[in-house]
């Protein structure tokens, strides 16, 4: 716990799944957390839920699509801790569709969520960072960042460039001790699924890669994974990992 006690995590994406489970591990190991998400009500829930943790953990709604609220998240976490040691670019969609079908809709809320959220959260932290020249910035991609499957052109496409983003600021800020990590879980029990409204789209996943008959991974198996590529000593930098259950090719 030494290692984490007194500094601070902000998580977006925070009021379920993966979120959830990466603030739950670092606030046993005493980091301070900043759980972030637009469900106000499922942050409270958890705020009460990890209270008897070592570290404190505090809250604020934020849509990461705004990006003032993303400023104002990492403003809200300085002023109440002092620092932002690590920001997980967490918060993302998967409403997949075949473009045949022209959710439009979907497409534009995809781009906003999952590449212009990673966006505002590197701008707004990148800065303080870069001062303390100290921090770590993650961002989730996912296996769709590396394989186009059908019905997934746009959501690929978003977590490609969230993987691109990554790779590109690692690149700029490589002189710093500012540290850059891609995390890209294949199939994770979690909400995410819950956004597709493509019933040709969720039939094609569940039996295109036999979603019905794998054992997926946890929530608690991409925290590891995070906090993992965030404990490794100040000259290692975990640029990228990808962690997908052993049934999925």
């Known amino acids: 716990m030494g290692d984490w006690s007194g500094k601070t995590v902000v998580i977006t994406g925070a009021s379920s799944g993966i979120g959830e489970a990466t603030a739950a591990r670092f606030a046993k190991e005493g980091a301070d957390v900043v759980v972030a998400a637009r469900r106000e009500e499922r942050l409270q829930e958890l705020k009460d839920r990890l209270s008897d943790l070592p570290g404190k953990v505090e809250y604020k709604a934020t849509d990461v699509t705004n990006q003032q609220q993303v400023e104002d998240l990492i403003q809200f976490t300085v002023d109440t801790f002092g620092q932002v040691d690590v920001l997980f670019n967490n918060a993302g969609l998967m409403p997949l569709s075949f473009m045949k079908n022209k959710k439009v809709d979907e497409w534009e809320k995809m781009v906003d969520v999952n590449i212009k959220g990673v966006l505002y959260g590197v701008g707004a932290v990148l ?123």
């Open 127 to 249: 800065p303080h960072m870069l001062e303390r020249n100290s921090g770590h910035i993650i961002t989730t991609s996912s296996i769709a960042g590396h394989e186009v499957m059908p019905a997934g052109a746009v959501y690929c496409g978003t977590k490609f460039a969230a993987r691109v983003i990554m790779e590109g600021l690692g690149k700029e800020i490589a002189k710093s001790d500012v540290r850059t990590t891609s995390i890209s879980p294949g199939v994770v029990d979690t909400e995410l699924t819950d956004t597709i409204t493509d019933e040709e789209a969720l039939d094609m996943l569940k039996k295109g890669i036999g979603l019905n008959e794998m054992t997926p991974l946890q929530s608690e198996d991409i925290a590891e994974a995070v906090f993992y590529a965030c404990s490794q000593p100040k000259h290692v930098d975990v640029n990228e990992i990808i962690v997908r259950p052993n049934q999925q090719g």
